[in-house]
C-alpha cells in the first residue's frame, strides 16, 4: 500500500471506532454546493502541475442511520500551463458516506465516490477523454440554525485515470479543500 493512503485510512478507522460508543440523533444529509481549491496538485511530466477548481453539487440519494448513498456532479476547471487554455473536466459521481459524529450543530463525515468523467487537458501523464474521478473525503457541516444553512468544509484527495482503456494512463492526483453550504429552506 502506498504510505500517501495510510493517513487517511488511519483517520478512517479511528473515527469509525470513536464513533461506536455515540448514541445521537442522526440527521438526515441535504443537497449541497461547494467550491474546492487544490492545494496539492501532481507535477506533470511537461514540467507544470495540474490545478483544478471544482464546482460540486452534492444530492443524497438515500440514508439509514450513519449511512448515505449521494450522488455529485463536479464541474472542473484548470488553466493549462502547457497549452496556454483553459481545461475542463465534468462528470457524476456516485458515493457512500458514513457520518461518525453528530452534536446539535456539528455533523463529521467521510465519504468514498467514483464515477465517469470526460477531461480536456492534453497532457503525457492522462489521456483526454473519458475518464473516471475517485474521491475520498473527510468533512464536517455546522448548522446556522438562525439562517437555516450549514456550512461545509471538507478534504478530499482525488485521482483520476481511465482504468487502463486507453494510453497514456498514469493518472494525476489531487488534494483539495472545499467549502460549501446546505440550505434547509
Known amino acids: 500500500m502506498k504510505q500517501r493512503y495510510i493517513f487517511p485510512l488511519l483517520i478512517f478507522i479511528s473515527m469509525a471506532f470513536f464513533s461506536f460508543g455515540q448514541d445521537l440523533e442522526i440527521?438526515?444529509?441535504?443537497?449541497?454546493?461547494?467550491?474546492?481549491?487544490?492545494?496539492?496538485?501532481?507535477?506533470?511530466?511537461?514540467?507544470?502541475?495540474?490545478?483544478?477548481?471544482?464546482?460540486?453539487?452534492?444530492?443524497?440519494?438515500?440514508?439509514?442511520k450513519r449511512f448515505s448513498i449521494y450522488a455529485e456532479s463536479q464541474l472542473t476547471q484548470a488553466y493549462s500551463a502547457i497549452n496556454l487554455r483553459t481545461d475542463y473536466e465534468f462528470g457524476i459521481n456516485m458515493g457512500i458516506s458514513y457520518f461518525f459524529i453528530q452534536t446539535q450543530k456539528l455533523s463529521l463525515n467521510?465519504?468514498?465516490?467514483?464515477g465517469p468523467h470526460y477531461i480536456t487537458v492534453d497532457t503525457g501523464r492522462q489521456s483526454s477523454g473519458f475518464?473516471?474521478?475517485?474521491?475520498?473525503?473527510?468533512?464536517?457541516?455546522?448548522?446556522?440554525?438562525?439562517?437555516?444553512?450549514?456550512?461545509l468544509l471538507k478534504f478530499r484527495y482525488r485521482h483520476i485515470s481511465n482504468a487502463g482503456l486507453k494510453e497514456p494512463n498514469g493518472g494525476i492526483d489531487n488534494f483539495f479543500v472545499i467549502a460549501g453550504f446546505t440550505s434547509r429552506l
Open 27 to 64: 440527521r438526515s444529509p441535504k443537497d449541497s454546493w461547494s467550491l474546492g481549491y487544490s492545494l496539492i496538485d501532481e507535477l506533470l511530466p511537461e514540467g507544470t502541475t495540474y490545478n483544478p477548481i471544482t464546482l460540486l453539487g452534492n444530492y443524497p440519494i438515500w440514508s439509514k
Open 110 to 114: 467521510a465519504a468514498l465516490g467514483s
Open 131 to 151: 475518464i473516471f474521478s475517485d474521491n475520498f473525503e473527510l468533512g464536517a457541516a455546522y448548522d446556522l440554525k438562525s439562517v437555516n444553512t450549514s456550512i
